[in-house]
């Protein structure tokens, strides 16, 4: 038997890794500026969470969600008092789409609707409800075609008042900052006005965070430099910095209904004491304040490259758009200067370091990058 062959890899065998560096089996060592997807957020094999999970795995790593679990409310305490939504309620599952369709679902009971409306360049996930709100048409199997999706042009507020104003829809998702559809922000003014059509006709506004959210954006939040409040905020990624888990947020105005909703794994022990873990070392390091500063300053060296086209983004989570493709460019940081970065489309370098990444680590990239594009 083999891995079914739908990644395009790199030759790379990463074997270790420790803070914002990785090593392969040849003993390279790699700044890891893509963090395996936005993933490692508190670095990687960080003493503290090696330790907690360590711990919790020698107590008991898994029982149903049929038991109590303190680890659950533990987690849910520590959250409410990081991330500003102390009176939301917290559902956890196991992966980004696995968030977003239990946030459709819920959007959906609640308001007995059945349309969606999602972004052009969206992406939410590759399960059955999310693939539809995933502007990717290549994601999608015959077996996930609907009609009840509608993708509005980017930051097209007349066309979502419109289509709103129908009150058909269940729910309007957008991620805090497109990642796929190339580190786009959104405007504060569209998300305000987003927020406000969405209120006045009973459309519930679901905030994907799971790429920009956990401290990456320099805010807890991508949405809160925008003034607005989800009704729903979904989370995976840095929450248990590789460890697989997702959250959803739930406004309190949501009833639970049991039966609704449910999973095996999701919330486990294990899963619980990485999460708690996570939050405790980004307490204590301040580390969205970290990806504030250190972001802030890395995008505005690199504002100063003549050969880069655009530098977008908050925080950690940077795009770089070039003139020309990128894949060279690409390759080179990785094969000559052992450097990893992420990409998106042909055009745009995507930068998702862990959120320890240090001013003097930024500096090393910045040289390195010079040699490159100089
Ligand atoms: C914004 C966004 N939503 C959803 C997902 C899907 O997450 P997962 O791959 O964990 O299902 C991703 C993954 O990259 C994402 O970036």
Redesign the pocket.
């Known amino acids: 038997m083999k891995p079914f062959d739908v990644f395009p890899v790199f030759d790379i065998n990463i074997v270790k890794g420790e803070g914002c560096y990785v090593y392969d089996d040849k003993g390279n060592k790699y700044l890891d500026l893509y963090g395996g997807?936005?993933v490692i957020c508190v670095g990687h094999t960080h003493p503290y969470y090696v330790e907690k999970v360590t711990d919790q795995l020698n107590k008991i790593a898994f029982y149903s969600n049929s038991i109590v679990n303190k680890l659950q409310t533990e987690l849910a305490d520590k959250l409410a008092e990081q991330c500003g939504y102390p009176d939301y309620d917290l559902f956890l599952v196991n992966?980004?789409?696995?968030?977003?369709e239990n946030a459709i679902k819920l959007a959906s009971f609640h308001n007995g609707r059945k349309k969606l409306l999602s972004f052009s360049k969206a992406?939410?996930?590759?399960?059955s409800a999310?693939v539809t709100v995933t502007d990717i048409p290549a994601y999608s199997a015959p077996v996930n075609e609907t009609d009840h999706v509608v993708f509005a042009p980017w930051e097209d507020i007349e066309f979502v008042k419109k289509e709103l104003a129908t009150k058909e829809y269940a729910a309007v998702l957008i991620?805090g900052i497109?990642?796929?559809g190339g580190i786009k922000v959104p405007s504060n003014a569209f998300m305000q006005e987003l927020e406000k059509v969405c209120a006045d006709t009973n459309t519930m506004l679901i905030l994907?965070?799971?790429?920009?959210g956990y401290g990456r954006s320099g805010k807890f939040f991508a949405h809160q430099y925008m003034g607005i409040k989800p009704d729903l905020i979904?989370v995976?990624?840095g929450i248990g910095n590789g460890f697989?888990m997702?959250a959803v947020l739930i406004n309190p105005k949501f009833k639970a209904v049991h039966g609704q909703l449910g999973t095996t794994f999701g919330g486990n022990h294990l899963a619980c004491a990485a999460a708690i873990a996570v939050l405790d070392i980004m307490k204590k390091e301040k580390l969205v304040d970290n990806a504030a500063k250190v972001g802030n300053y890395l995008m505005a060296e690199l504002r100063k490259f003549p050969q880069i086209k655009d530098v977008r983004g908050y925080g950690l989570m940077i795009g770089l758009e070039f003139e020309e493709p990128i894949k060279e460019i690409r390759s080179k940081l990785l094969f000559e200067h052992h450097i990893f970065t992420g990409v998106t489309g042909t055009h745009v370098i995507r930068l998702l370091p862990p959120l320890v990444l240090t001013i003097e680590q930024a500096d090393y990239f910045l040289a390195e990058l010079k040699k490159v594009i100089a």
């Open positions: 997807h936005a992966s980004g789409a696995e968030a977003n992406f939410h996930g590759r399960t999310t991620e497109q990642g796929v994907d965070e799971i790429q920009s979904t995976a990624k697989p997702s």
